[in-house]
């Protein structure tokens, strides 16, 4: 069975910084890609971004500039660096990766259990 294990969320001040890391484990042959959702309240689940097993990223407009996606694929592990945070990027944020398990010839999608970030004074 696969699973996504989120860590590093918690409550910072505007400006401030976080950390979120996402690990995949299980009976995994490949995962691609690898990105990070946020759901507000009272809002729609939105992408933040997505990065390829070749590093290819992608983001929303809203955190350009602000947020970084990276991956370590020897360790499954997708990470997201977020700077200069803002009141409005309050939300739980959610770990997703496209994975192929060993002995299977199709992909599936897996969430993570999310990890709530509060950016608040």
């Known amino acids: 069975q696969v699973q996504l294990v989120e860590s590093g969320g918690g409550l910072v001040q505007p400006g401030g910084s976080l950390r979120l890391s996402c690990a995949a484990s299980?009976?995994?042959?490949?995962?691609?890609?690898m990105g990070w959702y946020r759901q507000a309240p009272g809002k729609e689940r939105e992408l933040v971004a997505v990065?390829?097993?070749?590093?290819?990223?992608n983001y929303a407009d809203s955190v350009k500039g602000r947020f970084t996606i990276s991956r370590d694929n020897a360790k499954n592990t997708v990470y997201l660096q977020m700077n200069s945070l803002k009141p409005e990027d309050t939300a739980v944020y959610y770990c997703?990766?496209?994975?192929?398990?060993?002995?299977?010839?199709?992909?599936?999608?897996?969430w993570g259990q999310g990890t709530q970030v509060t950016v608040s004074s």
């Open positions: 990065i390829t097993s070749g590093g290819s990223t």
């Open positions: 299980g009976s995994i042959f490949s995962i691609n890609p």
């Open positions: 997703n990766a496209r994975i192929i398990q060993r002995g299977n010839i199709r992909y599936d999608d897996y």
